[in-house]
């Protein structure tokens, strides 16, 4: 009896071994194969971004290059899908580029400029100037107004605070892109500046919480102006619910037969990064301009360029149109409102766009599904000027508007609609 006893601890003991054994065979298998995947998602970013991002400077691919060195240990060894975004992040932040994208992000990642934060500003000489101040936003409700002048930002001296984190020979676009990164604030807490205008100095307190998605309908469309006789459409930001490129065709068109009498129509691409897709883009510019008319030149990293034309659409709104722009219309937006202006011969009134001057691709990674999206192809106007030198014809100075307190922008839209007025 004692010796089956004996028997029977020492098999369980033997399975025990076994079991063990197993899992410590099966751990590290698990842990390579996870390791592996890390590894070939880092590669397929960073391959995409090598062979086919326009945006390297002087020293940017020995920077890439670089990236690659430093970054991919950390993708490859990270214990969390959050070490491994991390890494992601700290090698796409090497390029400097806020048109460079990841679908998915660390919670402390910064944030996006110009579509997570509510300030816009420019060095002038020494001087750091607030020129826009996104409506409603935390830095408006704050008090922030445009043609502060930012004196200190979290008790640091604005110019110091820059030159901190830009480097002491940062050129001027370095320097503007930091001080808007710097006023973006951190993605929770206070962001604390001490500004100065013609009534004197001040401190303001903006409150930063997460961003959220916006809503409400694709379209908004009304009849606006002293006689209601001019049109008025708004699209909604892309990514705020379920209408796509698909859906977006049969909204405008009802959205326009409502406007179809109507002596013009102002196009609202404000504080947006527009349509969804080049496909979107196509479809809109498609019912405002004659089809085969040339609205962009798109060049490769290989220098061969590509004229995209306007495609059919069975019904055209021909009436005088104007385009609502500032420093928040980015991205597809930006191709939007200059195809409009080439092939529709629309007018821009407001600010300067965000300045993405190239065509986005989009490369989906295969393990993790993230979702990188870059600028791979040089976009230019039909006649060779580069997209980002496109201005808006009504200037619209947010710190001096001339009249429409409430809304400089659209009051100005409205005022090239004047009978008689200055529309082309």
């Not at 037969?257 to 947006?272: F, H, K, P, S």
């Not at 019904?315 to 991205?331: C, I, K, M, N, S």
Request: positive net charge.
């Amino acid at each position: 009896m004692k010796g089956g006893k004996r028997g029977l601890r020492a098999a369980l003991a033997a399975g025990v071994l076994a079991a063990a054994s197993l899992a410590a065979l099966a751990a590290p298998a698990d842990a390579s194969a996870d390791a592996r995947a890390r590894g070939e998602d880092f590669d397929t970013l960073w391959r995409a971004v090598d062979a086919g991002y326009t945006g390297f400077g002087r020293d940017g691919r020995a920077a890439w290059k670089a990236a690659r060195t430093k970054w991919r240990p950390r993708a490859v060894h990270a214990a969390s899908s959050r070490g491994f975004l991390a890494a992601l992040e700290g090698a796409v932040e090497t390029l400097h580029d806020d048109a460079v994208t990841l679908s998915r992000r660390t919670p402390d990642a910064p944030r996006r400029i110009p579509s997570e934060s509510d300030v816009w500003a420019r060095w002038s000489g020494d001087t750091a100037r607030v020129e826009g101040v996104r409506t409603f936003g935390d830095a408006d409700v704050a008090g922030l107004r445009p043609g502060d002048v930012v004196l200190r930002i979290d008790g640091r001296d604005a110019a110091q605070a820059v030159r901190a984190l830009a480097g002491e020979e940062a050129g001027a676009d370095a320097r503007d892109r930091t001080l808007n990164r710097l006023l973006a604030g951190p993605r929770f807490g206070v962001l604390r500046l001490d500004v100065r205008d013609a009534r004197g100095t001040r401190s303001v307190a903006i409150e930063r919480a997460a961003t959220s998605a916006p809503s409400g309908p694709a379209l908004l469309a009304h009849r606006v102006g002293e006689e209601r006789d001019v049109g008025y459409l708004r699209l909604r930001p892309a990514g705020a619910g379920a209408a796509d490129a698909r859906a977006l065709p049969a909204e405008l068109d009802a959205a326009l037969a409502a406007l179809r009498d109507t002596r013009g129509l102002i196009l609202d691409l404000r504080e947006t990064r527009g349509p969804a897709s080049r496909a979107a883009t196509r479809a809109i510019l498609a019912r405002f301009a004659p089809a085969g008319a040339a609205w962009q030149v798109r060049e490769g990293r290989d220098g061969g360029r590509l004229a995209d034309t306007v495609p059919e659409s069975g019904q055209r709104y021909a009436a005088p149109l104007v385009v609502l722009v500032d420093f928040w219309t980015e991205g597809e937006a930006e191709a939007l409102a200059s195809g409009l202006h080439e092939a529709a011969h629309a007018r821009l009134a407001g600010t300067p766009t965000a300045g993405l001057a190239a065509a986005t691709r989009t490369v989906t990674l295969p393990h993790s599904r993230v979702v990188l999206r870059y600028p791979a192809e040089r976009a230019f106007l039909p006649d060779g000027t580069p997209r980002g030198a496109l201005r808006p014809e009504i200037r619209v100075d947010l710190a001096a508007p001339s009249g429409g307190p409430g809304d400089p922008i659209l009051y100005q839209g409205l005022k090239a609609f004047e009978r008689n007025g200055p529309m082309r």
